[in-house]
C-alpha cells in the first residue's frame, strides 16, 4: 500500500525547508505525519526527524528527505506540500489533492460542525 504515496513539494516549500534543515544543522529530515481525524478524515503533520525508522518510506525531493512511516503511508494518498501566509499566520500547508471534489483543501476543508 506504501506505494500509493504521491507527494508535491513547491518551490517555495522546498526552499524554506532546506533552510529550516540547514538551521537545524546534521542529516535531519522532514517527517510527514498522519492522524485519525474527525469524520472529514485525517489530519497532516510535520515534523523534524534525525533519521529513519524501520518500515518507514523515505522519499527524496532535490536533496530533502521526506519520512512516512507505515500507518501513514496507507492514507497519504497524493499530497501537496507548500509555505504561505495564511488567516493563522505563516507555515507550511499540506494539501490532498483531491479531497472533497477539488485540490485546494489544507488538511481536509471539513465543515461537518463536529468541533474538529
Known amino acids: 500500500m506504501m506505494e500509493n504515496v504521491q507527494l508535491r513539494v513547491t518551490d517555495r516549500a522546498l ?3 532546506k533552510e529550516v534543515l540547514r538551521e537545524v544543522g546534521g542529516e535531519a529530515g522532514i517527517r510527514i505525519f498522519v492522524t485519525e481525524g474527525c469524520c ?4 497532516y503533520g510535520l515534523a523534524i526527524e534525525d533519521s529513519e525508522y524501520e518500515g518507514d518510506r523515505v522519499v527524496n525531493v532535490d536533496g530533502v528527505k521526506f519520512y512516512i512511516d507505515s500507518f ?3 492514507r497519504i494518498g497524493e499530497i501537496e506540500l507548500d509555505y504561505g501566509v495564511t488567516s493563522f499566520g505563516e507555515g507550511f500547508l499540506i494539501r490532498r ?5 477539488d485540490d485546494d483543501h489544507a488538511g481536509g476543508g471539513c465543515s461537518c460542525g463536529c468541533g474538529h
Do not use: V
Request: proline share 7%.
Open 15 to 17: 526552499e524554506k525547508m
Open 72 to 74: 501513514s503511508a496507507e
Open 97 to 101: 489533492i483531491g479531497a472533497h471534489g
Open 40 to 43: 472529514c478524515g485525517p489530519q
